[in-house]
């Protein structure tokens, strides 16, 4: 097993450099760059930079070398400063723009989705143990719509009922008043009441695919013939379900944990716009949008690297959990 | 039908429906027989006979729904401290109950017929094993249900079974994984084991072997046996007396020896015609004519009569011919046998 990890990690380093040449390689793609960006826009409000002055900008951001260059420059800042470049939009360092909101974007992630596990989970069993009962056509209908209903609309819809009804402005992460207030109980607590609809939104979405996904499995291996040992063995049908179908059943909704871990990282893009929190999901859209090009680059290359990170952990998990996986492959 | 104090199990006109979308399955159609205490019973027919269902209804694990008892008991005698015998009618308990589950696994138990998905493939079969001494005797220790694991294991012949008893299923042969389950049948010292064509997913030498050791543990342990299987000659060689079932209907019953030498239902006969002999003549085997009439379908006379080369038009598919002594202990449902008497 831990030969097996030490391998899988040291294949990591290989599979990360081309994704970061790729990542870079995709941001070069568009046209143009950051100062023709720049330049455009100022044009736009009336303003006309010189070509020498153009020019002078791109000198001094590095941007006339030639890309590989520069993609080398970048690997090395990274690599051997932890340093992501510099953002031209924000100006200051990618890492500290993307730290800034990294805390209340893992919040929210992860908060959503431990809520959709707990609504899931009892529900995806009962509604596998009690097969075409009510509550079982209720969930199964409830996890259609969650799975249905866009994610972007339902947060329109329900922010407007907020207001509408409880005349809560459920936009942004604090309300107006707290904004440039300093930390205190009550904007700690104004904030939570901010992120209720989000959780519900991101982790209702999440909520129905789990749902279908745990009820289907489970009614498979409900069937199956070790069920039937071990009631014979005078098993109760509480212990027997949790022990074995259950156990298996959760295998494929955990091991999906190594594909969430992006999507963790980054956030529910449309959702965060829409209700105005500031996570990273739109901070990449504004940034590919303005051709920040390290910052795009970076949220990007982390966005890979999670994922290649996220599928080893999920292999781990599933060699840990399913015997199996384990002696099958590993031993050899 | 024999002395009633040895009687373990006493069937009595068991029904048993399976109400599906498509109809109603009438899996039992008013089942009897008994198993005696420390004897073999094999229970013969073709899939679809109910010799499963009967067997679920003993342990009162019929899927539910669709299956229902509608008629009919079960009686297990079990012997308590001393002379008394406790009666339990299985039918009237509710199928998860505390009282059906502390009969399941510890004085009924069960061996399937499918050894590689019969054992939970993440757990340990130590683990599996040791569970059914633990639910049964919680105050046994995990290191004694362990030994006592080991030991059964040792006993149904798993080579180094303080070390296979940490393994998993899918490291064992389908030999080894059926004498695992048979380890997990016993390790109660059940009075009843019920095994469910225990050796048609094996090979012809494993199941010599297996059989071999069935004998083997019995002669040990005194337990009954009830052995389900679609082969006659399997059952020939295990059982002391022999049931054959047909849509749900016992057809024929007597001991082993007199069944083989004096076939009397014509649907035993042509059990027999059906399968081929080493020493008999080299003739075609003559398959049963006809097929299985479709489940949904309600038989008012005899089930078997639509195949039946002996059939009496007018009389067999008019009523349900009776459960007939033709000889002594030799009992017979056809309308060839009740006028003679």
């Not at chain 1, 929210?108 to 079982?136: C, E, K, M, N, R």
């Not at chain 1, 745990?214 to 013939?225: A, I, V």
């Not at chain 2, 389900?228 to 007396?241: C, E, F, K, N, P």
Request: with cysteine; aromatic share 10%.
């Amino acid at each position: 097993m831990l030969v097996y990890i030490i391998r899988r990690l040291l294949m990591l380093i290989p599979i990360l450099l081309l994704v970061s040449f790729i990542a870079f390689f995709v941001i070069e793609l568009p046209p143009g760059d950051w100062v023709t960006t720049y330049v455009s826009q100022l044009r736009a409000s009336g303003i006309e930079l010189s070509s020498q002055e153009a020019q002078r900008l791109s000198q001094l951001y590095g941007l006339d070398q030639p890309s590989y260059i520069r993609y080398f420059k970048w690997i090395e800042g990274i690599v051997l400063r932890g340093d992501f470049g510099w953002s031209f939009q924000w100006g200051k360092p990618v890492g500290e723009v993307i730290a800034e909101r990294l805390p209340i974007t893992l919040t929210i992630s992860l908060l959503a989705l431990v809520f959709s596990w707990l609504v899931a989970i009892p529900i995806g069993i009962y509604s596998a143990t009690h097969q075409y009962s009510l509550v079982d056509y209720l969930a199964t209908f409830i996890g259609f719509i969650g799975l249905a209903t866009p994610g972007f609309l339902l947060a329109m819809i329900l922010a407007w009922a907020a207001n509408q009804y409880f005349g809560f402005s459920a936009l942004g992460l604090y309300s107006t008043e707290f904004l440039d207030k300093p930390w205190s109980m009550a904007k700690a607590i104004d904030m939570l009441k901010h992120l209720i609809l989000p959780l519900i939104i991101i982790g209702m979405a999440s909520a129905g695919s789990t749902i279908r996904v745990l009820r289907g499995n489970l009614l498979d291996e409900l069937k199956k013939q070790y069920v039937v040992t071990a009631r014979a063995k005078g098993l109760s049908e509480m212990q027997l379900l949790f022990k074995y179908p259950v156990r298996l059943a959760l295998n494929p909704v955990f091991s999906t944990i190594g594909w969430l871990l992006p999507a963790i990282f980054a956030g529910e893009v449309l959702i965060s716009i829409v209700l105005s929190v500031p996570s990273i999901g739109p901070l990449l859209l504004r940034s590919t949008l303005a051709q920040d090009m390290y910052l795009t680059g970076s949220i990007v290359l982390i966005l890979s690297a999670l994922t290649i990170v996220g599928s080893l952990i999920s292999d781990i998990y599933l060699a840990w959990a399913d015997p199996r996986i384990r002696y099958g492959g590993l031993s050899k | 039908m024999e002395n009633a104090n040895n009687v373990l199990v006493d069937i009595q006109d068991l029904k048993v429906q399976f109400f599906l979308h498509e109809g109603t399955v009438h899996a039992l159609e008013g089942v009897s027989f008994q198993i005696q205490q420390g004897k073999t019973l094999g229970v013969i027919g073709e899939s679809g006979s109910g010799k499963s269902v009967t067997a679920q209804a003993i342990m009162g694990i019929i899927p539910s729904p669709p299956g229902k008892v509608v008629d009919g008991r079960v009686l297990l005698n079990l012997p308590e401290n001393g002379a008394s015998v406790r009666v339990v009618n299985v039918t009237e308990l509710p199928p998860s109950g505390s009282e059906i589950r502390s009969i399941r696994g510890k004085e009924v138990s069960m061996i399937f017929q499918e050894p590689m998905t019969s054992f939970s493939p993440v757990h340990t079969l130590g683990n599996q094993i040791m569970e059914a001494v633990r639910i049964h005797y919680p105050e046994v220790s995990k290191r004694e249900a362990r030994e006592r694991a080991i030991e059964m294991m040792r006993r149904v012949g798993i080579p180094r079974p303080e070390e296979r008893i940490d393994a998993y299923p899918f490291q064992f042969s389908g030999g080894m994984r059926q004498r695992a389950m048979i380890a997990m049948s016993l390790v109660c010292n059940p009075r009843l084991v019920i095994a469910d064509e225990p050796t048609t997913a094996l090979d012809v030498t494993i199941e010599a072997q297996i059989l071999e050791l069935l004998k083997d543990l019995q002669a040990e342990f005194g337990m009954s046996i009830m052995y389900i299987s679609h082969d006659l000659t399997v059952v020939g060689g295990v059982a002391d007396d022999v049931v054959v079932m047909y849509l749900g209907l016992v057809m024929e019953q007597a001991s082993t020896n007199e069944l083989f030498d004096n076939p009397l239902h014509p649907y035993t006969e042509a059990l027999w015609r059906s399968i081929p002999t080493i020493d008999g003549d080299l003739d075609r085997l003559t398959p049963i004519r006809g097929a299985l009439p479709s489940p949904f379908a309600v038989h008012q006379g005899c089930p078997f009569f639509s195949r039946c080369e002996k059939r009496i038009p007018g009389v067999c598919d008019v009523s349900r011919p009776p459960m007939v002594e033709v000889r002594p202990q030799h009992w017979v449902r056809c309308f060839l046998y009740t006028e003679s008497k």
